[in-house]
């Protein structure tokens, strides 16, 4: 076991404590006694510096190329050149055929969808609600907008207020969990 010598805390292991983060002092390793060999030949190292010995032997061929006579740099008139030369002004126009925006705005717009919609996950048909009944997943459903829901009485003869969720935008009572997303709502002051 360790005692950390700042904290007094008992650990197992490690070499800091767990604790206030003290790094603990290394044991220094004992030096072992090293005995050489008699039996093994000493192979002495002069730094990759000592000269070598060396015979060709006859019975192997040589298979390097042999290098061939120093030739003068030559220059090849039909290469062809990776430098252009001066191009000089050129005309720059934009070209008019080019199309650089968007079409006129018309003024029509893509309806919401509204009424029963398909789950394109299960195929279940659903009337009402932002997730699928039967798998969970969203539904491709617009969001009622925020300025709708806030503040509308809803139908049914009580006169609480109903404000939207802040996490989908359905209408939910103040201080109460919202029946599509389960957020709670922030109750009115």
């Not at 126009?93 to 018309?106: F, I, V």
């Not at 029963?116 to 048909?125: I, L, M, P």
């Not at 969203?138 to 139908?155: D, F, I, T, Y």
Request: overall charge negative; some cysteine.
């Amino acid at each position: 076991m360790i005692i950390c010598p700042l904290c007094d805390h008992v650990q197992p292991e490690g070499t800091e404590c767990d604790v206030c983060g003290r790094v603990f002092p290394a044991p220094a390793p004992d030096a072992a006694p090293v005995a050489p060999l008699a039996e093994l030949e000493l192979t002495p190292h002069a730094g990759g510096r000592a000269p070598v010995q060396v015979a060709a032997l006859p019975e192997l061929d040589q298979t390097r190329q042999k290098a061939g006579p120093d030739l003068p740099a030559q220059v090849v008139p039909d290469l062809e050149l990776t430098r252009a030369g001066d191009t000089g002004a050129v005309p720059v126009a934009p070209l008019l055929e080019l199309d650089t925006g968007r079409a006129q705005d018309d003024g029509v717009r893509t309806a919401a969808p509204t009424g029963a919609v398909v789950c394109r996950y299960c195929r279940n048909v659903q009337a009402d609600g932002l997730l699928c009944d039967r798998c969970g997943m969203r539904l491709p459903r617009a969001r009622p907008a925020a300025n709708a829901v806030a503040g509308a009485k809803r139908p049914g003869g009580d006169d609480e207020q109903w404000t939207a969720c802040p996490t989908c935008h359905t209408p939910v009572r103040p201080g109460k969990a919202c029946a599509e997303c389960g957020t709670r709502s922030q109750a009115e002051a």
